[in-house]
């Protein structure tokens, strides 16, 4: 009898975890960074496929079960993913912490200094700038200039000399629009070699394998058929719950044609 009994207490546990894990609520998340509400932060619950976006108290509301993968991405802080656990289903809520991004730049080193500031200025190398012997005074700020006596038609033509493209033809433009916009498009252009590559990292490998059904010897080439559908524009733009629709509908034209 006791034995019997300990099957069943046995079975209900076992059958009330598995409820609990398939059990679907409706999650209250909020996001912040340094203790301040963060808005318009995507959060994409990537198990279940669906979406949302915080308000400006950073808060978000989103239907996820036990263990699902939350995939949370803003423009100005580092991307995360965050699992659910069994006390955020009970509580229903969801606190998550981003870290901003941070544009680091590489350390200089500074030698032959001992930190004494007064030691290290009587010790700097001496200045062998050559000194201009023109001696300025207040007094100049009221001279009055002579009249320039060069002829305006004999100067030399700056635009042809400064223009890294070259002359223009027919006639005068604007060198520094056409420099710029020839610099945008190799940054363009080394964003994109890049993108595969980032949205692998980002995603991780399983979500195009297990999720998208996609082989990962395939990644590269699926990723370069999505640029039809502005995939690359859209994710720079940081709308990423338009790119994961894409890759989710997408995927199963490729998928077809791949047969």
């Given at each position: ?5 300990t ?109 004494n ?15 201009i ?13 002579p ?13 042809s ?30 964003l ?68």
């Amino acid at each position: 009898m006791k034995l019997k009994l300990t099957y069943c207490i046995l079975l209900f546990f076992l059958l009330f975890t598995s409820y609990a894990q398939e059990k679907m609520v409706s999650l209250t998340g909020t996001i912040t960074s340094n203790s301040k509400a963060i808005e318009n932060v995507h959060v994409y619950n990537i198990t279940k496929r669906i979406g949302a976006v915080t308000n400006n108290l950073g808060k978000f509301q989103i239907n996820a079960s036990f263990k699902d993968t939350l995939y949370v991405s803003s423009l100005q802080y580092k991307k995360t993913t965050v699992v659910v656990t069994a006390i955020n289903i009970d509580t229903k809520e969801l606190v998550i912490g981003l870290t901003p991004v941070v544009n680091e730049l590489d350390e200089v080193f500074l030698r032959h200094l001992t930190g004494n500031l007064k030691a290290d200025m009587a010790n700097k190398p001496k200045d062998n700038t050559p000194k201009i012997g023109y001696v300025y005074h207040k007094k100049d700020l009221y001279k009055t200039l002579p009249p320039d006596s060069y002829e305006k038609s004999k100067r030399p033509d700056a635009q042809s000399i400064t223009d890294p493209l070259g002359p223009l033809s027919g006639g005068a433009g604007l060198p520094d629009k056409r420099y710029q916009a020839l610099l945008k498009q190799k940054r363009e252009f080394a964003l994109r070699k890049k993108f595969p590559e980032k949205l692998k990292n980002e995603f991780g490998i399983e979500y195009f394998t297990n999720d998208l059904k996609i082989k990962e010897t395939q990644i590269n080439n699926f990723l370069t058929y999505c640029e039809y559908f502005e995939i690359f524009e859209k994710y720079y733009n940081n709308n990423i719950l338009e790119v994961i629709q894409i890759l989710k509908d997408e995927s199963k034209t490729y998928n077809n044609i791949k047969r």
